[in-house]
């Protein structure tokens, strides 16, 4: 146990210095440049890509595998879509890291959800996920062309998508992992919420320092 929470903490601290713009600051001018920028971001937020991973994994015991996972994207591109025409969500970080513990807790607990419960957790999650995402993007471009905004969308989509896809098939083909109650499932339901407790943790000790005005 002390070792998976010294792995995340590492990866914790890693994230920071990852989770920059794709392109290192360069303009995005092209279609091109919002696809690649739009694999970057879910790929070095690790916050992001341990979530998708483990909305993969939780999709194959709703038995839609590929369909349940379509929630967390539908609702990640409106929430991106939103905060990229200014409409922000309140509590955007607070929300991500609920929806880490979350999700961890009940993958963790052996849980199984149905297809409806599923979407809809997913789907929540989504918006404040996406409005992360279109937050980066409005900090990192004031005025986007609309086919990098496209390419943007589709570069984040496709590639979140296929990450669930893979965590799925990694759980169910090599883990062996085929019922909810199997315990690698529910190993990696612990790390993600691990990693929930420790950005809990870091969230509640900066407002504490904010508070104290030490921050």
Do not use: C
């Amino acid at each position: 146990m002390k070792k998976l929470f010294a792995t995340l903490g590492a990866v914790l601290a890693a994230g920071p210095a990852l989770a920059h713009h794709p392109l290192n600051g360069a303009p995005m001018e092209t279609f091109a440049h919002g696809v690649f920028s739009g694999i970057g971001h879910p790929v070095l937020g690790f916050d992001h890509l341990f979530f998708i991973a483990l909305v993969g994994i939780a999709a194959i015991y709703t038995g839609r595998a590929m369909l349940a996972p379509a929630g967390f994207i539908g609702g990640m591109l409106i929430g991106t879509i939103m905060m990229s025409a200014g409409i922000a969500l309140p509590a955007v970080e607070t929300m991500i890291v609920g929806s880490l513990l979350v999700l961890g807790y009940i993958v963790a607990s052996g849980r199984a959800l149905a297809l409806t419960p599923a979407l809809a957790l997913f789907a929540i999650a989504g918006l404040f996920h996406g409005s992360a995402f279109g937050g980066t993007i409005a900090e990192q471009e004031a005025s986007i062309g609309g086919g990098v905004m496209i390419g943007y969308l589709l570069g984040l989509g496709v590639t979140q998508y296929l990450i669930a896809l893979g965590a799925g098939w990694v759980a169910k083909n090599l883990w062996n992992a085929t019922e909810a109650t199997a315990m690698p499932a529910r190993l990696a339901g612990a790390v993600v919420g691990g990693m929930g407790v420790l950005l809990a943790m870091e969230q509640i000790e900066g407002a504490a320092f904010a508070a104290l005005g030490l921050g």
